[in-house]
């Protein structure tokens, strides 16, 4: 298993950037995909990025293309993923959660592990 601890968020005028941190610990969190969510109020839950733990191929969501990054920094028993969003938009207001999976291909639709979120709010 592995628990995730979101960090970051925050109010941003429109054009601005944050940089969202997570901490995944336990058994080998390492070996995990990790990935990046978000929900808007009234809206469900979407993806945002991921990245792999074999050979860091990321993959992003057509919202965030050109504007978001995402990266990891690997241990064997802390990792931590970040997620740098720029030239930030009212639209990218929503509670923001890191997940994780054992399969990358569940990591960009239905990871078995998330955190508990971080709101991120944008002003126009």
């Known amino acids: 298993q592995v628990q995730l601890v979101e960090s970051g968020g925050g109010l941003v005028q429109a054009g601005g950037s944050l940089r969202l941190s997570c901490a995944a610990s336990g058994r080998t969190p390492n070996l995990y995909d990790m990935g990046w969510f978000r929900q808007a109020p009234g809206k469900e839950r979407e993806f945002v990025a991921a990245i792999a733990w074999s050979d860091a191929r990321t993959a992003y969501a057509d919202s965030g293309k050109g504007r978001f990054t995402i990266s990891r920094n690997n241990a064997k028993n802390t990792v931590s993923v970040y997620l740098q969003m720029n030239s930030l938009k009212p639209e990218d207001t929503a509670v923001y959660y890191c997940?994780?999976?054992?399969?990358?291909?569940?990591?960009?639709?239905?990871?078995?592990?998330w955190g508990q979120g971080t709101q991120v709010t944008v002003s126009s």
């Open positions: 997940a994780a999976d054992s399969q990358y291909a569940d990591v960009l639709a239905s990871p078995d592990y």
